[in-house]
Nanobody
Framework: QVQLVESGGGLVQPGGSLTLSCAAS????????MGWYRQAPGKQRDLVAT???????NYADSVKGRFTISRDNAKNTVYLQMNNLKPEDTAVYYC?????????WGQGTQVTVSS
C-alpha cells in the first residue's frame, strides 16, 4: 500500500533552517507529483509547495524565495528545504500525493519556529 513518512521537523530559532524529507513506498515514485502542506493550530491545511513528476515546482506566496522543494527519484524521497524561518511557519508539515483521484497523506512532522 501507499505509505508516506515525513521526517526532519523540530524546534528552530527565527532565521534558521530545516530540511524536511518525505519517503514514499508502495508507488512508482517517479510517476507522480508530490506536495508539501502545512497546518497550524486552529487553521486549515494549506499548500506550501508542489513538484511535478518532471520537476516543475510551485510555491505559496508566503514561502517563495525561502523554501525549496526537490525530489530524488532514486531514493523515492521529496524534500523541503526551509530557510529564513519565521514564527508564522510553525505548523505540522505533511506530504501528499494523488493517485487516480485518491489523496495519500503522511502522518506529518512538527516544525516550531521560536526563540
Amino acid at each position: 500500500q501507499v505509505q508516506l513518512v515525513e521526517s526532519g521537523g523540530g524546534l528552530v530559532q527565527p532565521g534558521g533552517s530545516l530540511t524536511l524529507s518525505c519517503a514514499a513506498s508502495g508507488i512508482i515514485f517517479s510517476w507522480y507529483a508530490m506536495g508539501w502542506y502545512r497546518q497550524a493550530p486552529g487553521k486549515q491545511r494549506d499548500l506550501v509547495a508542489t513538484i511535478t513528476n518532471s520537476g516543475s515546482t510551485n510555491y505559496a506566496d508566503s514561502v517563495k524565495g525561502r523554501f525549496t522543494i526537490s525530489r530524488d527519484n532514486a531514493k523515492n524521497t521529496v524534500y523541503l528545504q526551509m530557510n529564513n524561518l519565521k514564527p508564522e511557519d510553525t505548523a505540522v508539515y505533511y506530504c501528499k500525493t494523488t493517485i487516480a483521484t485518491v489523496n495519500y497523506w503522511g502522518q506529518g512532522t512538527q516544525v516550531t519556529v521560536s526563540s
